[in-house]
């Protein structure tokens, strides 16, 4: 066999795995392709920012090396030195230190770290629309000033003291019905961002919720109300 064959033949078959992927991997491209986060159009843009879709958060090369992040996601943005202040009740007992997957949304969703298009590897196609364009309205989950002190707690292990036991379903039942919690550092069944949303798939739950069977549904997945 030519050499020229076989290089023909290793690219067919890298085409076919990527397609694989594509179609039947998870997440798949075609789950980001048109949600609330295929951003090659944010804020309505005619012309795509860029034609990569993944790029606005991976990265294969020179991915964020912040030791808080998970090296794994290859994360493509700069996040915030310090932490931002969770809900914190005398019942929730929050972790020391925010989690991966809150540093990692609030680098768009805080509305100053990151503009939309800001990288720290962009693609060689990137047009610059998108330089001075951050998130804003709703999806800045900063702009009253609490930072996300008044929004739902995360970062905390999922039902355990001083939260009482009967007031949730077992962590295993919600995993069960599609809601995902982590491990982070010594911690299991940490609750982020995550468990209620899933970042790469289209809106079909409201704002890319993993799951909702009513509108009190969601809450009443993990609250045994």
Not at 28 to 45: K, T
Not at 74 to 91: E, G, K, P, S
Request: charged share 15%.
């Amino acid at each position: 066999m030519k050499p020229h064959d076989s290089f023909i033949i290793v690219g067919l078959a890298l085409v076919t795995a990527l397609a694989f992927l594509v179609l039947w991997g998870g997440p798949s491209l075609a789950d980001i392709v048109g949600s609330a986060h295929d951003l090659r159009y944010y804020p309505n843009l005619t012309t795509p920012a860029t034609q990569f879709v993944c790029v606005y958060c991976h990265t294969p090369h020179h991915a964020n090396t912040d030791p808080r992040l998970v090296p794994t996601y290859l994360w493509n943005r700069a996040v915030r030195a310090t932490d931002y202040a969770v809900y914190d009740a005398t019942w929730t007992n929050p972790l020391p230190q925010n989690t991966a997957h809150t540093l990692m949304c609030m680098s768009c969703h805080d509305g100053t770290t990151t503009a939309i298009g800001q990288f720290l590897n962009p693609p060689y196609d990137y047009n610059h629309s998108q330089d001075t364009v951050y998130v804003t309205g709703s999806a800045d989950l900063t702009e009253d000033g609490t930072e996300l002190q008044n929004d739902h707690p995360i970062d905390l292990v999922y039902a355990t003291p001083p939260l009482p036991s009967d007031f949730f379903f077992p962590a295993d039942q919600i995993k069960g019905w599609g809601f995902r919690l982590f491990n982070f550092g010594t911690n299991t069944d940490v609750m982020t961002c995550a468990t209620c949303h899933e970042p790469h798939a289209k809106n079909t739950h409201g704002p890319l919720l993993r799951n909702l069977t009513s509108g009190r549904g969601l809450c009443e997945s993990c609250h045994n109300l």
